[in-house]
T-cell receptor, first 110, second 115 residues
Framework: ELKVEQNPLFLSMQEGKNYTIYCNYS?????LYWYRQDPGKSLESLFV???NGAVKQEGRLMASLDTKARLSTLHITAAVHDLSATYFC??????????WGAGTKLIIKP | EAGVTQFPSHSVIEKGQTVTLRCDPI?????LYWYRRVMGKEIKFLLH????????ESGMPNNRFLAERTGGTYSTLKVQPAELEDSGVYFC?????????????FGPGTRLTVL
């Protein structure tokens, strides 16, 4: 069965702290996506990771991919309140489908 | 450039009624997808159009769901008759046919509540 497991599902943290969200998946894939969703808003694409060892950074967010371990991480550095949102990872299948993790609801307290 | 739009944003209906959701993709995007998130669970793929053709409808839960994309522009997703378990958020996404990353752009979703 195709599975994408995200953890934690809920994360409350203080501003200024660092933390990592993990995304494990059970199938081979040539790409993995990270999306962000603010309440009532669209899913916003953050990163597309295409190869083993890929690392991408945007501001305080950094995503990495290990295709051998079937693991992707989203690292938050020195969190700020504006990063509060729900974060999803999604694994791409060759038939255009995306298989999604359950999402991590991130709350960053001032 | 306008993003993916969905209508309505919210819909509350009673069990047994019919509801039609609409999605307008980004202009020029031939790929259109429907996804659903039920009760805070994973987002699940429903189906994929390429222009007006259904490329993959393997995720459609049952024959109470009918999706159309006449003319290859906007799409509708009809649920008839609606059941309680159909409640959730229905997302639409679109992408360009020839875009190598197949980055999918999402609408804000329609929150469907079946009472």
């Amino acid at each position: 069965e195709l599975k994408v497991e995200q953890n934690p599902l809920f994360l409350s943290m203080q501003e200024g702290k660092n933390y990592t969200i993990y995304c494990n998946y059970s199938t081979t894939s040539d790409r993995l996506y990270w999306y962000r969703q603010d309440p009532g808003k669209s899913l916003e694409s953050l990163f597309v990771l295409l190869s083993n060892g890929a690392v991408k950074q945007e501001g305080r967010l950094m995503a990495s991919l290990d295709t051998k371990a079937r693991l992707s991480t989203l690292h938050i550095t020195a969190a700020v309140h504006d990063l509060s949102a729900t974060y999803f990872c999604a694994v791409y299948l060759s038939n255009y489908q995306l298989i999604w993790g359950a999402g991590t609801k991130l709350i960053i307290k001032p | 450039e306008a993003g993916v739009t969905q209508f309505p944003s919210h819909s509350v209906i009673e069990k047994g009624q019919t509801v039609t959701l609409r999605c307008d993709p980004i202009s020029g995007h031939d790929n259109l997808y429907w996804y659903r998130r039920v009760m805070g669970k994973e987002i699940k793929f429903l189906l994929h159009f390429v222009k007006e053709s259904k490329q993959d409808e393997s995720g459609m839960p049952n024959n109470r769901f009918l999706a159309e994309r006449t003319g290859g522009t906007y799409s509708t997703l009809k649920v008839q008759p609606a059941e309680l378990e159909d409640s959730g958020v229905y997302f639409c996404a679109s992408s360009q046919l020839a875009q190598p990353l197949n980055e999918q752009f999402f609408g804000p979703g329609t929150r469907l509540t079946v009472l």
